[in-house]
């Protein structure tokens, strides 16, 4: 299910978010890039999860599984899946873009989201 507000969960402390922003600033431009479009479909959703200003769970949570995905390659065939898990098909409609399932994430979806990405990063 798309959520069209979702739940942002509670503030997230600076230590923990200023280390994935070190993580973040470590990428490489061309691995930043797919989170970028990532983050320009959910906009168009009206479903950002910039952090600046917000370093609230669900960004945070979002941003890690991002992050970590960039760190060995994001692809939609990796991507859908893992999204189809906690969402549904819904990520396979045509209207629906990755960007716009991502930031439809309430932060306990977006915490599950980066668990089952922090587990493929390792695979």
Not at 18 to 29: G, I, K, M, N, V
Request: glycine residues 6%; aromatic residues 8%; charged residues 25%.
């Amino acid at each position: 299910m798309i959520a069209v507000a979702p739940d942002e969960g509670t503030v997230v402390d600076d230590d923990t978010f200023d280390f994935l922003q070190r993580r973040y600033e470590s990428l490489t431009d061309a691995q930043r890039a797919p989170i970028t479009e990532i983050a320009t479909q959910a906009m168009r959703a009206s479903l950002s999860f910039h952090t600046k200003g917000y370093r609230t769970l669900r960004r945070y949570e979002i941003m890690r599984g991002l992050v970590c995905l960039a760190e060995v390659g994001i692809t939609d065939e990796v991507l859908c899946p893992i999204l189809e898990t906690i969402l549904g098909d819904v990520v396979y409609f045509s209207n629906v873009t990755v960007g716009h399932a991502v930031g439809s994430l309430d932060w306990t979806r977006a915490a599950e989201f980066a668990r089952l990405i922090s587990l493929h990063s390792v695979a």
